[in-house]
């Protein structure tokens, strides 16, 4: 059993510790948080034996081995830096950094200390998810070609997300961060991100970040990775991801239409699911949301990695090139071009892939397209390898 130093009692603290204290032997020793009565009563209400308004005290606990940081943005890196100095074991929330370069700091500061890094990207762990990859990874879709990741909900819950200067950008730093990963994991984390196209804008919200954008990410391989973020989206929080590949499709959706739509006239008067915006009314409730929303299979995978002396499949690196993606994105929202993604630490395959994935029909032969018709016909579209002609051939 580990013993662990929760940085945070805000709403991913909450969820952390919920997933860990219902759903692992490992429990949380020490809780910081800014207010004394807020650290006393998030001890209280998770059995917690000790609270502190101290972030050292709480990391150089000696009763503790690991350190979960849950604070804001600007702060992962001031935690690391303390959790690396105490030689504990550390697992960040997302985005690792505001930047790639903060990200950067940080995975230098974990590698150089020999301690272990992980990157808290929980929505790479949804049950769901973690099927679809194992499809992927079996050649059940073929080569990727295309994967689209979409988070958007009415905006976040606490005032810091708001503040540029605290979050270190809008949505795409808030929730681009989650669909970029998802993205990554589906074509391949060896496969290189390459450039970036993103608009973004201020579209509803009086903030100087964006509330809303849209990116394409491109790959070595040919793949298009897709985000789509908003902080102003009207329904709740629509989570959804969508592969397509050369012999396959994926279609996921995590949160509003799950398989549980309930219609009530008069409400029960509590809480329906993150983000949810009415209380009344078709409902789209969430059986088990720590586990929907993958914090359960992310911890079950952190701790087996911890004590097997692996890698998590969520590292700092992944933390690192994700907010390299981001950064990129930010350049081409600015210049409306695509920006390349600058790596100055690329671990996955050197070689580009070829972006080509045509099917041969026979020696003379690439085939384009083969369909049945209404009528029984099948009908096959050829390209001839030596002419390019295109031709088609009728089968009765
Ligand atoms: N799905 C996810 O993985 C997920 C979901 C939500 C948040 N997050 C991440 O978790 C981190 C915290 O987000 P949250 O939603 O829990 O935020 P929150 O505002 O709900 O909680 C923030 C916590 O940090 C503490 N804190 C310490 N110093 C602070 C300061 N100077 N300003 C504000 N708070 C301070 C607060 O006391 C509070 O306990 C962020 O990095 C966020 O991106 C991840």
Known sequence: ????????????????????????????????????????????????????????????????????????????????????QAGKTILCTKPLGRTAEEAKRMLEMVEAAGVFGGYLEDLAYTPKTLKALKSVQNGALGKILWARSRETHPGPHSDWFWDKEQSGGGAIVDMGCHCIEIARNFIGKDVRPVEVMCWADTQVHPIEAEDSAVGLVKYSSGAIGQFEVSWTFRGGMDLRDEVSGTEGTIWLNHWLRTGFDMFTAVGEGGYVAEKAESATGWLFPVGDEVGALGYVEMFRD????????????????????????????????????????????????????????????????WLIKEERMPDGRLKRMLKVKASGQVKQVVMD
């Open 1 to 84: 059993m580990h013993n662990i130093t929760m940085l945070g009692t805000g709403l991913i603290g909450m969820f952390y510790t919920m997933a860990l204290h219902q759903y692992t032997p490992h429990r949380v020793g020490v809780v910081y948080s800014r207010r004394t009565e807020r650290a006393e009563a998030f001890a209280k209400d998770w059995g917690i034996p000790r609270s502190t308004t101290s972030m050292e005290d709480a990391i150089n606990d000696p009763s503790t081995d690991v350190v979960v940081i849950g604070l804001p943005n600007n702060l992962h890196e001031q935690a690391v830096a303390l959790a690396v």
């Open 302 to 365: 952190m701790f087996a990695a911890i004590d097997g002396g692996r890698a998590p499949l969520e590292t700092f690196y992944d933390g690192y090139v994700v907010n390299a993606i981001m950064d990129a994105a930010y350049r081409s929202a600015q210049s409306r071009q695509w920006e390349p993604v600058l790596l100055d630490v690329w671990r996955g395959e050197t070689e580009a892939e070829s972006g080509e994935a045509f099917r041969e029909f026979d020696a003379e032969h």
